[in-house]
Each structure stands twice: as C-alpha cells, then as structure tokens.
C-alpha cells in the first residue's frame, strides 16, 4: 500500500526546465550541493522544492537514517545472508583487522620486485578493482604492468598473458571461497602456463602466486604460501569489495600502497559525508532520491553514467554491477513481491565518445533516459596549450560537459520537424577537482551508497544476489552433458543447438 | 492511426513459455532459422505462430521489401540529407569505385612498412573498425600494432602514444568532412608529436600521416599527400563505414589485406540472405521484428546484447551506436511526431563476465529486458584440455551459453521468496562456427540490417543524425566563453559551475 507521501509524489508534477529557470534566477544555486571534494548540480531535474521535501520526507518515513546507521554499525542488515554491510569499515582507519590486512599488504608490496601482475577475479573481484587501476592509471608506479583476466574464454587468458616473461609475472587469484568457476579454472590454467616455463616446483608457485580469499584450505591445497593470503572477511560483498585485499594488493602492487590508501582516505571522506550530513545537503542521498523519482514517479527506468574523463572508461561497468546487482530485486526484505519498480538499467560510456554514438537517442528518442555527467576542473594529462584563440584539450572535452546538460534541458524549436529538440530532458552534473587516488576512492563510496539509499527506501535487500545461482545449477547440467559426450560421442543432448555443438558443426 | 493489423498485435498475447514449449516438442525447431552460417533459435521469445505471421504482415504492409530493395538500388532513402544509404555496396565485389579504392588499399598495405598503427576517429570512423580489429585480433599480423584514439581528453592521446616510438608509427586520420572536432584536434596534437620528434619537414607527415576522408582540400591543406588520401563517398553514413575505407586501411595493415577482404564476403553474404531470402526465413528481418514485438507491444524498451566470446567485448558498443543514433528518432519521415515508441536502448558485456554483474537484475529485476546471446561452436584460442572429467575453458563458456536462456526463460519456484525465479524472460541465441574476419563481417551486417528493419517498419529515418547538433551548437558558445576568460581572466559566466571552472576551483 502506497503511503500518504508516496501518494503526493504521485501527484507531483515534473517541472518545466525552460520555465523553472526563466522564473527563479537561483535555481542553479538552490538545487546544488556544493562541498570542498564535490559541486554536484541537480538543477536539471524535473523537480521542485517540494519535490525535494517530499523525497526526504519519504526517507524519513523508510527511517533511512536509522538504516544508515545500521550499515555503519556492522550490523546485520543482509538479512537473507545473515550479514553485516560493512564495507564502509574498510576504510575506516580505527578498524584494527583491516589495518592488520593492510600492514601485511603495504609489506609484500613494499618487498615484491615482479613487475607483471596478473589480476585473475571476475564480477566483484574484478569491476571495482580495474576501475579504480584504469581512473589512476597516471599514478602507476613506473615499470609496473597490470593486467586483469575474468572472462573463463580462452581468449581472455591467451591474450592477457601474451608477451609476458613468466620469470616477471605474479598471479593473484582473488576468490572469496576460492571456488568461483572462472576464477579457478583460470588459475589452474596460470599454473600450468607458469610450471611449462619455470618448471613443477612448489616453489614456484609459493613465488610467483598470491591470494586473496576467505578460503584457508583452499589456497594451501592449491599450493600458495599461507603468508601470501590476504584475508577479507563475510560482511564485505563481492560488489563492493574494492577497497579490500580485493582491490588493495593489485592496486598497491601498480600504484604504491600510499596511492592505495589514498583511495581508502577518499572512500572514507564520502563514507564521512554520508553518515554525518543532514539529508538535504547529502549527495549519496540526494542523488539516491533523485533516482527513484525518475523511476518510480516518472517511469524513467534507464540511467545513462557520462564521466567526461576517458581515465573513468571503467566506471559505467563498475557502476552497472554496483546498480544493477543489488536492485534488481522482485521481492522485499519480508519477502513479498515489490508493487513497484526497483532497479534501473545503467549504461554508459566516457564523452565526448558518447555523443558520437548513442546521444541520439538520448536527445531525440522517444525514452527519457536521465543522464549523470561527471567533469574535472583539472586534466590527469595536459596535452595542447591554451591561447586567446585556442582551446586545450582538456577545455575542449569541457566545452561538452557543459554544453550536453543545457542542451537536453532546454531543447531548441526549429521549423524542419528533425531537427526540433524536445527538452526538458533531465541530467544532473558533478564536478571535481581533479581525478586522484583520493577522488577515485570518493566515486566509488559515492557509487555504493547511492546504490544503497535506493534500496533502504524501497525496503529491498541490496546486499545478495540470489539471481544469479540459477544460472549456475542450469550449467552443471549442460557441463554433465558435454561430459557423458567426451565419454561417448554418440551421445545426443535433448537440445538441437547443443547437440549442434558438440557435433561440432551447424545443422542442415 | 494504427492499422489493422497493427491492432492485432497488440491484442496477442505473449506465450508462456514453459507452457509453450511442454505442448510443442518442435517449437525449438520451429522458431529457429538455420543457414550455412548462422543458427538462430528466437523460440524463447514470447510468439506464437500467429504473432510471427502477423508481425511479417505487418513488414509487408509498411512495404519492407521494397524499402530493402530501394536501399541496395541506391536510392536516396535518407531523405532528410538526400543521400543515399548505400554499404551494401561496399561489399558488393561488381561496384567499380569501390574496387578502385580497395586495390589502392591493398597496394599501400603492401608497401606500409610502419608497424605502429594509430587510427584518429570518433563515432562511426572508431566503434565498427575497434569491434572488428577487437574480434580478429588473433589473425593480426605478427608485430602489427592498432590504437585507436577517438576521446578528445587528453588522456587518451597520452596513454595510447606512450612507449611508440615515431619513427615506426603511422597516424590515421578519419573523417568524413575533415572537420570533427575531436578528431582535428587529436590530429593537430599527433603532428606536434611528429613533428618534435622527427622535425619539421614536409616529408615527415608524407611519410607518417594518412587520411580516411571526403574532403580532398582540407586533407591537403593538414600536409597529407593526396596520394594517401582513401576516400568513400556520401552515400556511406558513419556508423555504417566500418566496410569502407574507415575500417579497410587500419583493418588493412593490422590484418593484412586478404582478412580485410574476408570480412567483407562475409558482410556480403549476410547482405545477400538480406535481399533474397523470405522474411519468415530472413534473420536480420525476424530479429528486426521480434524488436518490434518487444518494444511496442511488450514494452520491453531495453535490449541486453551478450555475446558468449571475449573477442566480442566491443560488439555492445558498436551495435549501442548503429542502434541508438539511428533509431532514436521522434519523428516520421513525413515530419510527423511518432506516436509510438521506437529505437531500444541497448547495453551488453560478454559472458561470462556480465553474469557475475548485472545478470542479477535481468533474472530478479522488475523489467524485462530481452537478451541476444551469441555464441560460437569453436575458440580462437583452444586453452585447456577436454578430458572424460574435464571440460576445456571453451566448453565451460559454452556451458554458460546454454544455461542462461533456459534460466531465463523457465525459472524456478522455491520455498524462499528471493531463490524464486519468476522466468518468461525472453531471449534469442544465434550459433556460428568460429569467430573469423568473415563471420566478424557477418555479424557486423546483421546489426546494421537489423537496425534498419526497425526504421522501415516504423516509418522514421535511420539513416540521419540530427540530434547531435544542438550539442556541438551550445559547445561552440561555452568554448567562446572559455576564450573570453584567455583574454580577460576576470570574465565571469554566466554558469555557477563553469564560472567554477574557469577560476579553477570549487566554489566554497
């Protein structure tokens, strides 16, 4: 049953952007959340200020406060899991486990001398980690080379570890359970591909293979050093694990550790921003709220993530996992079916690329798709010189930024029908300072507890991903099936493209 | 108005699939169209017989046959622009022009001796030639080197010219009207790289620069000798180019030659089944249909492209374009506002690598989102052994291939609400044998086909793109403003965040 504000929500209007502006001079101002890391403008959705009540009185009828408070407190709030939430503690330098986990990073990193580094994970225990490798990229420690292989195709393994001196390279197979399909099919192929080469010995693989697992007895069965472990812990989730061992000893192994940490000191300071500021001036909250009146009251169900910044060519795919993993959810947290939407489609790629692709749609197609830009006011790279009559290309890739958000919003009419723009398409902005360890670090805490807030209010469990387990049981059967036909080629699945397969050849 | 016929469709109801296929043992065979190249199975979408029946009545009564025909005569079908839409021809073995310009190709190809191979485009000179350089990658030629820069970010010049070193590099320069921003300034930027490092002389940008383009005067006016200059013509839209010249001379020269030509049979050839095959039997007709279904009758307005192959990964990109630019579009090709929706968003990652991500929301997720899986009989690369116990990293892929649909489409229930499936969640899955350059070119017209189909159906011009302009229009303001502030730093916009911006800071 819908509340009383959900029903005034209901009944709120989208503004008029073109309207909105021309009668309030500070609409920029007012709908805009300004602080020392973060400019983040909303001006340009559909909202009014009683739009922006509302949204915070629904927060404060789902007590999101209180639920914020929970996560932050370790408590158990993946209730189907039985788990606490608690990456936001790995980030917190109080916390004496994590600071342990870290000490023994920063001491392998400090004493490793391979310079080929091979991440071997998938979902979790690669999205996170190769966006922020690919946001700090410029920051790389020299000569480090860092590579990431998930796919279980073969082409992933061949091409990733193609050219590589196995005598430089270290493995980390990055596995909570260490049972993970890919990961440890993978992995058994790297220690095949490094014993061809440097031969049988245990040795070789205590040198040249490290973990990071909840899994003991699996790593030790594999043959890793125990003291090449790196622990996390049952209340990080795999999706938002970048800031663990996960993401720490690939990341400090390419960046440094102080690097790495100035990532944890970025997560954290969001981590900072979210728990302790009031809902209004809260960006992971506010940005959260927005989402779900794009969704639920204006059935914008697709968000499109814009960073003007090729260094964030990773974060739309990191962001996808984060979004649609933990609210793409059908039943609440008491198990009833939601009778609402929850999760949006996230998609994206870096501008201006974008708009030489998809904007299209998103200027004159018949969805409405809010977008997300994210710009910098300083390049990772100054390349071109700026004079009177020229631009740097940082300022031309500026230009973009702000140019995109004004024309979705305000449109522009035209006597040739195709070239009308509608308008009144809604986008928010945030910039930033620059793009560091520390801001990559804060992108990420933000991107996780946007997440979050969307599923607090809807009263879904964010935090498992239950979805995915069918998928799995089906492929144990098909693998038992390409199994009987290894034992017995003239085995015939009941599945015509299958048995097309493993007959290897297309049917007539 | 809608038709008749149209009105029909929009009382049928969609199957239950698990219903479906229990009452029909054949339905797989039925709803599948099997050619030399190509196994599509659509029996997972929600048709009935009828649905099929009425949707190729459908095609018939918006004439697409004879729209099909006039687009491979050369007719002037984009009719905004009066050009034709002609690349179909440029596989087409019998067009003079077009062999002109590939034997100048392969002749330059033969003579290149660079082994750095730098292309400079964005949009439609980038996506289609990066998802085919990507998806031949392992028929490279050995030493050959392809980047590709399109970002006008700073960071992608940087990172994509770190470690070449001048004296073997060659720089590609793709534009049609040699006047795309970013690409003019990535190009201005490449010849100061040049030029710094191997002087000033004419020769050097002889040697080391060459032009994909239209526009003779301007190419030459850059320093590039005419005789390096590969033309197409006005008849080839962008993100229809990847056959032309824009892919054939980095393709060219990173595969060698004859690859190149084999990507265009293999365009040919599904070009061909395009033209003369039935629309029942004709895959980038039934595809284009079965869009049609799920966008204006189902409702589905996003589309997941998952392809089973890490050679893929740019696939989702290129098709994200061909889709979204061309058919994002508002209204008919009379000018008419469309009352009904048209182009889908479209978004994908390969597998198994999206599983492990945003799979979760389309099995558990409050929308449906019709999936394409594609996969392959045979690796690129064979890694891993096929044992009586063991499956090889091919076979282990192929499984997830196989589970997912039936996952999908069947579901589960369970005692525990968030383990239950809710299935019905449509999809197709089309087999090849292996990925090579030909069924690269292949798939590389299906998309283009497909996307087409939709256009014809829905009375709009795919072949157009004015809703990027208003974009470059507004640009061109902020770059003024942005040069304003060069010559006089105490000029202040009228833009909070610009004004940021140009200060440098954040506001406080």
């Given amino acids: ?230 622990i996390f812990w049952d209340w990080v989730g795999g999706r938002f694990s970048a800031t663990s061992a996960v993401g720490a000893v690939p990341l400090s192994l390419f960046l440094g550790f102080e690097n790495f940490k100035e990532i944890l000191y970025g997560a954290h300071w969001l981590d900072q921003h979210f728990l302790n500021t009031p809902m209004e001036k809260n960006i992971p909250v506010i940005s959260g709220l927005l989402d779900i009146w794009n969704i639920n009251f204006l059935g914008y169900k697709t968000r499109a993530l814009l960073p003007y910044c090729q260094a964030l060519s990773k974060l739309p795919a990191h962001t996808q996992q984060v979004e649609m993993e933990s609210n793409g959810k059908l039943v609440d947290l008491s198990g009833k079916p939601v009778d609402i939407d929850t999760g949006e489609v996230v998609f994206g790629e870096p501008g201006t690329n974008g708009q030489h692709s998809f904007y ?42 702000f140019a995109q958000p004004d024309a979705l919003a305000f449109g522009k009419d035209d006597p040739l029908p195709h070239k009308r723009f509608p308008g009144n398409r809604p986008s928010s902005s945030l910039l930033l300072k620059k793009l560091t360890p520390f801001t990559a670090g804060l992108l990420l805490a933000w991107t996780e507890h946007r997440a979050a807030v969307k599923g607090f209010i809807w009263g879904i469990n964010s935090f498992d991903q239950f979805g995915v387990e069918l998928g799995k049981v089906l492929g144990i059967k098909v693998r038992e099936e390409i199994l009987k036909h290894h034992q017995d080629p003239s085995y015939k699945p009941n599945n015509l493209m299958l048995e097309a397969f493993l007959k290897g050849k297309l049917p007539d």
């Fill in 360 to 401: 299209q749609l998103i200027h004159q197609g018949t969805q409405i798709i809010p977008c997300d830009f994210i710009g910098f006011i300083e390049p990772q790279y100054p390349v071109g010189k700026a004079s009177n009559k020229e631009v740097t290309h940082h300022e031309e890739l500026m230009t973009n930024f």
């Fill in 1 to 230: 049953m819908p509340s009383d504000i959900w029903k005034k929500l209901q009944k709120e209007q989208p503004v008029n952007l073109k309207q909105a502006f021309a009668e309030d001079k500070e609409r920029a101002k007012t709908f805009s959340i300004r602080t020392e890391h973060l400019y983040y403008d909303f001006s340009r959705q559909l909202v009014t200020s009683e739009t922006i009540k509302l949204l915070c009185e629904l927060a404060k009828e789902r007590d999101l406060s209180g639920k914020i408070q929970a996560m932050f407190a370790g408590e158990k709030i993946n209730k189907t899991e039985n788990r606490a939430v608690w990456h936001v503690a790995l980030r917190d330098p109080s916390n004496p486990e994590v600071s342990d986990v870290l000490k023994k990073i920063e001491k392998f990193t400090r004493q490793n001398k391979l310079t080929n580094i091979v991440a071997i994970g998938i979902g979790g225990s690669y999205l996170g980690p190769e966006y922020l490798a690919e946001a700090c990229r410029v920051y790389a420690k020299p000569g480090m080379n860092l590579r990431f292989i998930a796919n279980v195709d073969g082409t992933d393994f061949a091409q990733k570890t193609a050219g590589l001196k196995p005598e430089e390279t270290l493995f980390i197979i990055i596995s909570k359970t260490f049972t993970t399909a890919e990961t440890m099919k993978n992995a058994e192929t790297a220690k095949k591909w490094m014993q061809e080469k440097l031969g049988n010995s245990p040795e070789v693989i205590k040198k040249h293979f490290v973990a990071v697992s909840t899994a003991k007895d699996k790593v030790a069965a594999f043959g890793i050093d125990p003291d090449n472990m790196f």
